[in-house]
């Protein structure tokens, strides 16, 4: 038995996930019966993931801010202008896709218990709040602004502390650390029980509706990951960006897509940073702090489902019109995580700039839950592998100043 688990753990992660998709879609065509037998342990790794997240982030910023020695230099004002650049041009790219491809909806379901924000300036209001919540009430509810709002302070408030207590953060860190990579590790298993519940229970004809639409967002974050990024790491870093690209999609994104949690991939991104030999007084702030706020993928989902239920509508949409909504997915988006079931309830407040009401503004939110199982895995890849990108490309960028 030891031997097996050694051999197990000996093939790499990818493979291994790979071969959990291989085995949930074999007994989902072949015992669909055995549900709860099976998917449980899809709802456990989610789960784990879930409660391990939260105070990952807590800490890890915490440990970094504290030990971060004075003097030293860090490239935190390019990445957060990278992040925003992105995010932006994230959108923008959407929203062209969208008028290049009208796509029309068929609004017949419904989205229940879930309450959008009603403007841009309750968004703002519950941002706000979440930044100052209770502490344990954010790891608690994994709200993560409020959570890297106080892990900041503390941080801050910890550099004064003695070195003892910045070890006794940093042996806290890398237990927290390697837990998640423990569970990580359990990807192929929890991955088994995932893609054998889509299957079974739903199958892919929920899916073979929507597959316009779901061609359009994934099509767009591909041109993003592969086009538009690489296009911003060379014009900061003026070297082949590719390369680059391809490892943190390999070695980040595809993690990512499976998981499908920014903030339980950081371990993953940390690593890769590690082995990309980057700062890492650097990275140890911009890959938390990225899993937060850098939201490419919510900004195309936002942009794309938004003007798809304009087009449905016979909604003429003018450029005006579109810019707006390119900055409100931005700012959205960058905020995400802060605001209650993330992008997709932030669909009405963007569907409101069309004068769109509510009640059809949430059916589009069903359908994007829906098509959740591609959606959402692919904006998760976009939105982490980028974050080690963008922290790399600060890297080579005041690399090639110095030289």
């Known amino acids: 038995m030891k031997r097996l688990f050694e051999k197990w753990n000996s093939i790499n992660l990818v493979n291994r996930i790979i071969i959990g998709i291989i085995i949930g879609v074999i007994l989902a065509l072949t015992i669909p019966e055995a549900v709860s037998g099976i998917t449980i342990l899809g709802t456990l790794f989610v789960s784990a993931l879930k409660a391990v997240a939260p105070i990952l982030v807590f800490v890890l910023v915490i440990n970094a801010i504290a030990s971060h020695a004075g003097g030293k230099s ?12 992105a995010t932006f041009a994230a959108g923008f790219v959407a929203v062209i896709a969208s008028f290049i491809f009208p796509t029309v909806l068929t609004l017949k379901t419904e989205a229940q218990d879930v309450a959008p924000p009603s403007g841009i300036l309750e968004v703002f209001e ?7 919540t209770n502490p344990v009430s954010a790891i608690m509810n994994a709200n993560y602004l409020g959570i890297l709002a106080w892990a900041v302070v503390l941080g801050i408030a910890l550099k004064a502390s003695n070195d003892s207590t910045k070890s006794v953060m940093a042996n806290f860190s890398d237990a927290i650390t390697k837990v998640v990579q423990w569970i990580i590790n359990l990807a192929p298993f929890g991955i088994l029980g995932i893609v054998f519940e889509a299957i079974s229970t739903t199958g892919l004809s929920a899916l073979g509706e929507y597959a316009r639409l779901i061609l ?24 082949n960006p590719y390369p680059l690209i391809f490892t943190s999609i390999k070695e980040s994104g595809i993690t990512a897509f499976f998981t499908r949690s920014s903030a339980a991939n950081i371990p993953v991104n940390m690593a890769l940073a590690e082995k990309l030999k980057l700062n890492k007084d650097t990275y140890a702030v911009s890959i938390p702090l990225g899993a937060t706020i850098n939201m490419g993928g919510a900004a195309i989902t936002i942009s794309v489902l938004t003007m798809a239920a304009a087009h449905t509508l016979g909604i003429e949409v003018d450029f005006l019109t579109a810019v707006i909504l390119m900055v409100m997915a931005a700012v959205s988006a960058a905020g995400a995580s802060g605001v209650a079931g993330g992008s997709l309830l932030l669909i009405p407040l963007a569907c409101s700039l069309f004068g769109i009401s509510d009640d059809i503004a949430m059916q589009v939110v069903a359908i994007g839950f829906i098509i959740g199982v591609i959606q959402d895995s692919c904006e998760t890849a976009l939105n982490s592998s980028t974050d080690i990108v963008f922290t790399a490309a600060a890297e080579y960028a005041k690399e090639r100043k110095q030289n």
């Open 74 to 85: 860090t490239n935190m004002k390019m990445i957060l202008a990278l992040y925003g650049v």
């Open 126 to 132: 519950t941002l706000l709040f979440n930044i100052v």
């Open 216 to 239: 359009i967002l994934v099509g767009t974050m591909f041109f993003v990951a592969l086009v538009v990024n690489p296009l911003i790491v060379y014009a900061v870093a003026r070297r």
